[in-house]
């Protein structure tokens, strides 16, 4: 211990100049990522704002059991779940059609300007987002209904059918990251040795073998990089995504509703704050979990797939 | 690759490939466009045709009412401007520096500890406090309310930049380093005139995503901010909403004529002054996004 000390002094005096160059990236992470971090034992209080964090009683795992017993918490687990599994399916199948699609065509000039226009939902905030589902969804004015009118059928009211819902927000968050998911697939593919193509054609396989047997191996590893991110954040909901496509719309809680805007929503009605903190621990840690063990198991089958 | 393909075109599949390939981009890129269409159409219609015939492709009966109303006011948008340009600039300026300082420490293979530093920052992305407990302590304990500091630090650092930024620093050759040492300039001075200007690239985009992400925020206004002058402009835009959609509500019950209230093509034309300047300014700065998430994808 007495020599670890005096290495790290020693090291200190040494690089005194690193430390200093270190020390305000380590001040900010520490004062706004890990101190707010010690709020969390208020998951494990009942807490009251005039007592503030430290202050208030000590109520053991009364808000964990409260949040389950509800109900609500295994409602927006499986949501949260069921959500990231549907929308990481769609938008990575969607992003690796379209990067394949995009570099097989030929005509620069058409490449560069779809990609480009593909790539456009990525820039914009999910405020204008909202403002779209609003434009095609809401129920006077909308683009659907104005279609159905004009068909002559029936309008429809998507703001009172949950069921709905799923589809929209998986179709806005594929419309929203496609651009930026088919970056990382292009690049992947462009980085192919163009030799296999050439061999493989001399050898007579046509377009869709090509695609079939060099492009998708050769884009596999990303593809597994890609999913092994998501599938860390799997207990993470899109918060600003969620909030803004679907707002603050009673009727479609229970289809809609995952942690985070659950945590959001109780955050802004100030009920709760014990509770509210306890699903956030859950949270963090069951996601803290699941990484760990797929970054073991990763590992155990190939090194080279391993986040950390 | 490209000749290869251009050899042995005519062949059935590689035709048939083709149709397939084209029109499947294409319906992506016009789904990914038709909405803005939509949005600016609908915010050169009149409240009236909105009302009756809905959103449409072109617009209904020309108008450029919605913006003379907005610029007939013109501060709050101008001082939402203001603002959003203020913590875009301050934050993305104080951002690259302190992101870039880290980086180079944290590459430098002769510094001990680089590895506890980075997993210091890396572990932030695996465990985080959450969206309350962040709340409780900026508020009762850094007194961050309706600060716009609140929107400026939280996004300053970030650890996914710091990777790229990383890999952009670890292009740089640790000769430069040496020799710049055995010249007799000191860290800070080697930094600041020998690596900074080699990092260009690597600013340049990091600054495009910091700036975009400054730009684009909405969540910290909405969780900090209570004075309206010191709204940014996304959030403008979503507090205006929100106005619009109550207004509309309560002139529905009490059975006011809302068509007087062009609500409709308001939004729209506020949804196109606060996104205009990205959608001008992206198809030249796209490159270094590409760039940095090139970069990203790849773990470093």
Excluded at chain 1, 205 to 232: D, E, H, S, W
Excluded at chain 1, 277 to 289: K, N, R
Aim: with cysteine.
């Amino acid at each position: 211990m007495g020599t670890h000390v005096k290495n790290i002094t020693q090291e200190v005096k040494k690089n005194k100049a690193l430390f200093v160059m270190l020390a305000p990236a380590v001040v900010i992470v520490l004062i706004f990522m890990y101190l707010p971090m010690s709020g969390l034992v208020v998951a494990f209080k009942n807490y009251r704002y005039d007592l503030g964090v430290f202050g208030s009683e000590w109520n053991g795992l009364a808000n964990f059991a409260y949040m389950f017993n509800s109900g609500t918490g295994w409602l927006i687990t499986r949501n949260t779940i069921l959500y990231n599994v549907l929308n990481l399916i769609t938008s990575q199948l969607i992003s690796i059609v379209i990067a394949i699609f995009i570099t097989e065509i030929n005509k620069k000039h058409f490449q560069k300007v779809t990609q480009s226009i593909i790539f456009l939902p990525y820039f914009i905030s999910w405020v204008i987002v909202g403002v779209f589902v609003y434009n095609i969804f809401n129920y006077e004015t909308g683009m659907l209904n104005t279609l159905l009118t004009s068909l002559g059928l029936e309008k429809i009211n998507a703001y009172s059918k949950p069921g709905l819902w799923p589809f929209i927000i998986c179709a806005f968050n594929s419309w929203k990251w496609c651009g930026y998911n088919s970056v990382i697939y292009i690049a992947a593919i462009t980085g192919v040795d163009a030799e296999i193509y050439e061999a493989a054609s001399i050898d007579g396989a046509n377009i869709f073998q090509r695609i079939r047997y060099i492009t998708v191996p050769c884009i596999k590893p990303t593809i597994i990089t890609m999913l092994l991110l998501q599938v860390g954040r799997i207990l993470r909901g899109d918060f600003e995504m969620f909030y803004q496509i679907v707002g603050n719309n009673g009727q479609l809680f229970n289809a809609t509703d995952v942690i985070d805007t659950y945590v959001f929503r109780s955050l802004l009605q100030n009920s709760n704050i014990g509770m509210t903190a306890a699903a956030s621990l859950y949270q963090s840690v069951l996601c803290l979990i699941i990484i760990l063990i797929v970054n073991r198991v990763v590992k155990k089958i190939d090194e080279d797939y391993a986040l950390f | 690759m490209k000749e290869s393909k251009t050899k042995i075109k005519g062949s059935k599949s590689t035709k048939a490939f083709n149709v397939i390939c084209y029109t499947v981009v294409s319906i992506a890129a016009m789904v990914c466009l038709l909405p803005f269409i939509i949005l600016v159409s609908g915010s050169f219609s009149s409240e009236q045709a909105i009302r009756f015939e809905g959103y449409g492709l072109l617009p209904k009966e020309f108008t450029t009412a919605a913006y003379e109303l907005i610029f007939k006011v013109p501060q709050t948008v101008i001082k939402a401007y203001g603002i959003s340009i203020f913590i875009t600039a301050v934050g993305t300026i104080f951002g690259l520096i302190l992101i870039a300082m880290t980086a180079y420490v944290i590459s430098r293979k002769d510094f001990k500890y680089r590895n506890v530093f980075s997993f210091f920052f890396y572990f932030t992305t695996l465990f985080n406090g959450g969206m309350v407990c962040t709340y409780i302590f900026y508020i009762q304990y850094l007194h961050l309310k309706d600060s716009l500091w609140a929107l400026i630090l939280p996004g300053m650092f970030n650890v996914f930049y710091l990777l790229i930024m990383r890999t952009f620093v670890s292009a740089i050759p640790t000769a430069l380093i040496e020799s710049a040492k055995i010249d007799g300039a000191g860290e800070f001075r080697t930094f600041f005139s020998v690596i900074l200007p080699l990092l260009k690239s690597g600013m340049a985009t990091i600054g495009m995503f910091l700036a975009l992400g400054y730009w684009n925020d909405w969540y910290n206004a909405m969780l900090y901010i209570n004075s309206e002058d010191k709204y940014p402009l996304q959030y403008m835009l979503y507090s205006l909403l929100q106005k619009a959609q109550a207004l509309a509500n309560i002139a529905g019950q009490a059975s006011i004529p809302v068509a007087d209230l062009p609500s409709n093509s308001l939004k729209m034309a506020m949804a196109v002054v606060a996104t205009g300047p990205i959608i001008l300014v992206y198809p030249f700065v796209q490159k270094y996004f590409v760039k940095g998430i090139t970069i990203g994808s790849v773990k470093g």
